[in-house]
């Protein structure tokens, strides 16, 4: 079965940073590209960053260029750095792969960005 579970998720306060984690078991996703996925309420949902498998290749979108660093340390294991985090970043976070047209899904984590 497989399974992707993030964490790191929490309530920060405006400029603060928070580190999400994403471990990947049940497949190896070691040749997929891997993203980052965020819904706030009442929006659609948006990725907001991804990685090829390598690593070497990286997408963001505009609204968390710069403050925002995605990461693959081992072939399952995807993190997303997310620095002077704004209200506007608050949502539901979801790890996702095969980028761009996922068919695994995190069960989501939560991030607060307090004003």
């Known amino acids: 079965q497989v399974q992707l579970v993030e964490s790191g998720g929490g309530l920060v306060q405006a400029g603060g940073s928070l580190r999400l984690s994403c471990a990947a078991s049940?497949?190896?996703?070691?040749?997929?590209?891997m993203g980052w996925f965020r819904q706030a309420p009442g929006k659609e949902r948006e990725c907001v960053a991804a990685?090829?498998?390598?690593?070497?290749?990286t997408y963001y979108a505009n609204s968390v260029k710069g403050r925002f660093t995605i990461s693959r340390d081992t072939m399952n294991t995807v993190y997303l750095q997310m620095n002077s985090l704004k209200p506007e970043d608050t949502a539901v976070y979801y790890c996702?792969?095969?980028?761009?047209?996922?068919?695994?899904w995190g069960q989501g984590t939560q991030v607060t960005v307090s004003s």
């Open positions: 049940g497949r190896t996703f070691s040749s997929s590209t």
């Open positions: 990685i090829s498998w390598r690593g070497i290749n």
């Open positions: 996702a792969a095969p980028y761009p047209s996922p068919h695994y």
